[in-house]
């Protein structure tokens, strides 16, 4: 399986990675900093809702840029392990981990593509946000994340999906394909039968899909107005103008629902 970083829209890789420094400044400004997926801390605390994270020790499946790893020691994490496969998103993270006096709390390391680098039963809880979409083999991840936690540990994630089982629309396939990323989106089935097979009980998968038809309306009006000309400043407008094209496209298949992100939780059964 791959690792990758999160899900976000660029114009494709530089030096070899998909996100490079254009596209995170880029995002940062559309979603916040160390965030490169919508909805910020406020979303982390959603993801989490109702599991007492207070002294937990998390894994962060593909940090990206920190946001969600700082955002979950707010919550009361005891410790975060944020792992990713690109070293520019890893640098940022760690810049901000270090600008908030962090680091004792929250490590950021790169990973090789494959199986998770710790052994069995050493975390309370996996998350992940809007990442695990860059790795298509879902049943090779549900096995590893139930290998890695504690017996009783939860797994607690959002991540996009693809509506409906099936090959994309038109339509989704021309939003992928501008977002330049290596999406492997499955179904919420596809999800559910990936965690059950895995060992996991409780099981819950809740549609973003409502919240973020709106949301991502709202980024596109300020990537037309002063957000989009604060970044040209940085990244160019052509660059802003490219993204303006990738949010109009989503936007399309978020109305018809094809594209859905989603929440999802699970519990590894204690003995």
Known sequence: MSLGGTAAGNTGTMDGELYPAQAIAMLEAVWGEGFLSPGGADEVARITAGHDLRGASVLDIGCGAGGAAIALVALGAGHVTGIDVEDGVLARA????????????????????????????????????????H????????????????????????????????????????????????????????????????????????????????????????????????????????????????WERMIAVLDTGEHCPTHLAARKPAP
């Open 94 to 133: 760690r810049e901000l981990v270090g600008a908030r006096g962090l680091a004792g709390r929250i490590g950021c390391a790169k990973v090789a593509p494959g199986p998770l680098p710790f052994p069995p039963g050493c975390f309370d809880v996996v998350f992940s946000k809007d990442a695990i979409v």
């Open 135 to 246: 790795i298509p083999d879902k049943h090779s991840l549900m096995a590893e994340v139930f290998r890695v936690l504690k017996p009783g540990g939860s797994f607690l994630a959002s991540d996009w999906l693809i509506g409906r089982p099936g090959p994309p629309s038109p339509e989704m396939a021309a939003y992928i394909a501008a977002e330049g990323l290596d999406f492997g989106m499955a179904d919420p089935e596809t999800y559910r039968d990936a965690m059950e097979s895995a060992g996991f009980a409780g099981v819950t998968l809740v549609s973003r899909n409502p919240w973020y038809r709106a949301e991502a309306r709202a980024e596109l009006a300020r990537l037309r107005g002063a957000t989009g000309a604060g970044v040209a400043r940085i990244v160019g407008q052509d660059f802003v103008d490219h993204n303006i094209d990738i």
